[in-house]
């Protein structure tokens, strides 16, 4: 019998912040269909998901890709956790998006995620100096050139197993601080892309191991004149995609500001660190938006004020936010 690596990955209860934890099982054989994975036990009291009394929680696979870093026909598996008695673990952000995107789903919501992260090798930026720090920003944005860009060789070996492990990548770039980077996922239906945006940071600090630098997604990994790092999220549905759409898309931004403090609770701890009014964010406790402005809680395209339809980035939530409950928020307040 062929034997087959399934790695499965679920989050934890790390507060406040949730963190990413996998472990792998041998599989008999090739897996084509994820409802033909068993589920699978683990020690949620060292995940911070159970006591130590009772301890065991339950992965339900949910989503199976090809693993790009074993090759053959290994297989990534993303998992739902559950209690022992089958009810939905409090940790379970992923079953609260299936019922909103189930709720909504005439509506055909779109996502874009841009995750931005910052590589880190020991206790600094990759690449900074051991004294002191790198000129000021101003090169590093889509630079090139060994004195502008740190980590090439990870961002595109992470970009080829993304691809690899057929997830939607759209793009890639350096961004405004050194050793900080973006990939962007979607457009896809919410579900999709949330997935798809674990599954890819997964990978990402995997492919980090065999570099020996880590992935961080903390908002302000470095404080002062350092841009910090968010995961804008772009959105769009069927009507602000037809047509008269750019009508929606204001109705939109109406909404999303009545509902301000709500969002900003889901979009990620230390965002207030990030969110200064600098740096190209708006203040966290303001809401504004605008046609082409990077200072705004909400942007709306120039391309989708000149065509009168397409979509809207919501620019608030930080690159560590949890994509299930973002785009299960903005569906809500806007669809809703
Ligand atoms: P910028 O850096 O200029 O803010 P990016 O090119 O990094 O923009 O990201 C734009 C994102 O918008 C992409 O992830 C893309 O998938 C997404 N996007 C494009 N069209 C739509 C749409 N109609 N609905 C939702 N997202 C969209
Ligand atoms: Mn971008
Ligand atoms: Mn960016
Ligand atoms: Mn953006």
């Given amino acids: 019998m062929n034997k087959v690596k399934a790695e499965y990955i679920w ?27 068993p589920i699978w036990g683990f020690d949620g009291s060292s995940t911070m998901q159970a006591t130590g009394h009772k301890s065991d929680c339950m992965l339900k696979p949910v989503k199976l890709i090809p693993d790009p870093i074993r090759g053959g026909d290994n297989i990534i598996v993303l998992c739902e956790v559950f209690n022992a008695d089958g009810t939905v673990h409090i940790t379970n952000t992923r079953a609260q998006l299936r019922e909103v995107a189930e709720k909504y789903i005439e509506h055909e919501s779109w996502f874009g995620i841009e995750q931005e992260y910052t590589l880190f090798q020991g206790i600094k930026p990759l690449g900074w100096p051991d004294n002191g720090f790198p000129a000021p920003q101003g090169g590093y944005y889509c630079g ?37 980077w973006e990939f962007q996922i979607g457009p896809l239906g919410a579900l999709e892309a949330a997935d798809q945006t674990w599954l890819a940071r997964w990978l990402l600090y995997r492919i980090g191991e065999d570099f020996k630098v880590s992935a961080t ?32 898309i204001e109705e939109a931004c109406k909404k999303l500001s009545i509902k301000h ?33 990077r200072g705004a809680s909400v942007r709306i395209p120039l391309q989708t004020a000149q065509d009168g339809k397409g979509y809207l980035e919501d620019r608030r939530p930080a690159a560590n936010m949890d994509p299930y409950l973002v785009c299960a928020k903005l569906i809500e307040t806007v669809c809703g």
Wanted: hydrophobic share 35%.
């Fill in 261 to 293: 403090t709500e969002h900003i609770a889901v979009y990620g701890a230390h965002n207030e660190e990030r969110m200064t009014g600098l740096h190209e964010t708006c203040k966290i406790d303001e809401f504004r938006y605008g046609v082409s402005d």
């Fill in 217 to 248: 997604l903390h908002p302000k990994p470095v404080s002062g004149d350092w841009n910090g790092a968010g995961a804008h999220t772009n959105f769009s549905t069927k009507t602000m995609r037809a047509d008269g759409g750019m009508k929606v």
């Fill in 11 to 37: 989050m934890d209860g790390h507060k406040p912040t949730e963190k990413l934890r996998s472990k792998t099982k041998i599989l008999n054989g090739k897996v084509n269909n994820v409802d033909d994975l």
């Fill in 144 to 180: 090139v050139g060994a004195d502008e860009v740190f980590g090439r060789p990870i961002v595109e070996a992470h970009m080829d197993a993304c691809i690899q492990a057929g997830l939607d990548i759209s793009g890639i770039n350096a961004e405004v601080m050194p050793a900080q």
